[in-house]
């Protein structure tokens, strides 16, 4: 996968504040139209970023994910001392983000609630990713990036080689959860106290997944609160039953 590295005939989108901390992203010529969305949002803001060029790599949507521990390994190099916070270009802010540095550790994650049959599962994402300048963040860094390299068929997003890499790596750096306001919600859900926001450019290529969801989210509601209506009762409370 050594196209990681290869440069697109696209340049780098680069703005300095003079800040402590610089977004770093990346993007693929077909989303430099998100790339240069993003970085007039983050201007607009006063928002030092990175947002770096690449070239698309081999296979489907989930395998160009596969960049970000590499694209994160350069920008330690060209940004040594900063904190980087690392940004899907299809993501918006709303707001000051410097409250991010408060988080502790060497990394910060967002962490979700996955449904499961007998209960929940955490689940760790990427969409907004916060690391330290510091040497436990490196090895961090190597090792997702070389789970990123594996060639896992089966596997085709960088959350779950996120996974592999915690687990490969415990012990090594300390990770954090970030607050939820700054993980970048889907747009839909977002709440006005969520400052980084995320809307997705792959819904949009697939219209019928995003309407899926949004049907089933429908179907959902209207069935809670007809249950709600009919027996007094909250839908979820009376199946744990």
Not at 3 to 14: R, Y
Not at 78 to 94: G, T
Not at 103 to 126: F, Q, S, W
Not at 130 to 145: E, S, Y
Request: one cysteine or more; glycine letters at 6%.
């Amino acid at each position: 996968m050594s196209v990681f590295e290869n440069k697109t005939e696209l340049e780098d989108i680069t703005y300095d504040a003079k800040a402590s901390f610089i977004v770093i992203g990346f993007f693929t010529p077909d989303y430099f139209p998100l790339a240069d969305a993003l970085s007039k949002n983050l201007i607009e803001h006063g928002i030092s970023h990175h947002l770096y060029a690449r070239a698309k790599s081999a296979g489907q949507w989930g395998h160009q994910t596969l960049q970000k521990p590499s694209v994160l390994k350069t920008a330690r190099v060209d940004h040594p001392n900063e904190v980087l916070i690392l940004m899907d270009v299809d993501c918006q802010v709303r707001g000051d983000i410097s409250a991010m540095l408060n988080v502790i550790g060497d990394i910060a994650i967002p962490m979700g609630r996955k449904p499961m049959k007998n209960g929940t599962a955490l689940k760790p994402g990427t969409r907004v990713l916060l690391v330290r300048p510091t040497a436990q963040t490196d090895i961090f860094l190597k090792i997702w990036d070389e789970m990123c390299r594996l060639e896992l068929d089966q596997v085709g997003n960088d959350e779950i080689r996120l996974q592999m890499a915690i687990e490969g790596s415990a012990g090594r750096f300390s990770v954090t959860i970030l607050p939820h306001h700054f993980t970048g919600r889907e747009i839909r859900k977002a709440t006005q106290q969520d400052i980084i926001i995320h809307d997705s450019a792959r819904d949009e290529a697939r219209v019928l997944g995003s309407l899926r969801k949004n049907l089933k989210l429908y179907f959902r509601q209207t069935r809670n609160a007809l249950y709600r209506i009919i027996t007094g009762r909250d839908y979820k409370s009376a199946k744990s039953r």
